[in-house]
């Protein structure tokens, strides 16, 4: 089993992140005045959200602190 590189973590690392900004916009987008679009955005906010955790998981699995540089591991 090949060794996960600094590349990796810092690619999944990126990955946290941009999910965690997308669910924070799509959170704002919830208040829209449009329920149609409001419906649409909720859905979206709760496949962001696995998604995130997913990603959180697999950091953590490598043994890297989110807050932290990534180091080879």
Do not use: C
Not at 5 to 14: A, F, Y
Not at 49 to 58: D, F, N
């Amino acid at each position: 089993m090949s060794k996960i590189t600094t590349q990796d973590i810092e690619n999944l690392t990126k990955a946290t992140q941009t999910a965690n900004l997308l669910f924070v916009e799509l959170k704002a987008a919830v208040s829209s005045e449009s329920a149609l679009l409001s419906d649409a955005v909720i859905e979206l906010l709760e496949t962001v959200s696995q998604t995130e955790r997913k990603l959180k998981r697999l950091v953590m699995a490598a043994g890297v602190d989110i807050a932290t540089p990534a180091k080879d591991v």
